[in-house]
């Protein structure tokens, strides 16, 4: 799972990994939570927020796309819970 998450966290556009509205997308394991990440029997649950300035189905489809081989045979759900307003994003904006 924590791999999934370095993974994740590493593709372009993506904030941070979020545990959902309810603080319930975690995954608990010995010694803490990867937050953000689900394992489901028939699929891989990630929650994140991204950066404003790309366009979502294109940080959904690079998420998908690093961590389908961590997956096993599951698929790869991706929830965008938020999207973060950065300085960076806003100077891209007025360009």
Not at 35 to 59: F, K, N, Q, S, W
Not at 65 to 93: H, I, Q, W, Y
Request: net charge positive.
């Amino acid at each position: 799972m924590r791999r999934i998450a370095e993974k994740t966290a590493s593709c372009a556009g993506v904030a941070s990994l979020t545990s959902g509205p309810f603080g319930t997308a975690a995954t608990y394991l010995p010694g803490g939570s990867v937050p953000g990440v689900r394992l489901r029997d028939e699929a891989v649950e990630i929650h994140l927020a991204v950066r404003y300035g790309r366009p979502i189905p294109e940080i959904v489809t690079r998420v998908r796309e690093a961590v389908g081989p961590l997956s096993g045979d599951r698929r790869v759900d991706v929830t965008v819970e938020d999207v973060v307003d950065t300085e960076e994003a806003r100077k891209v904006g007025r360009s």
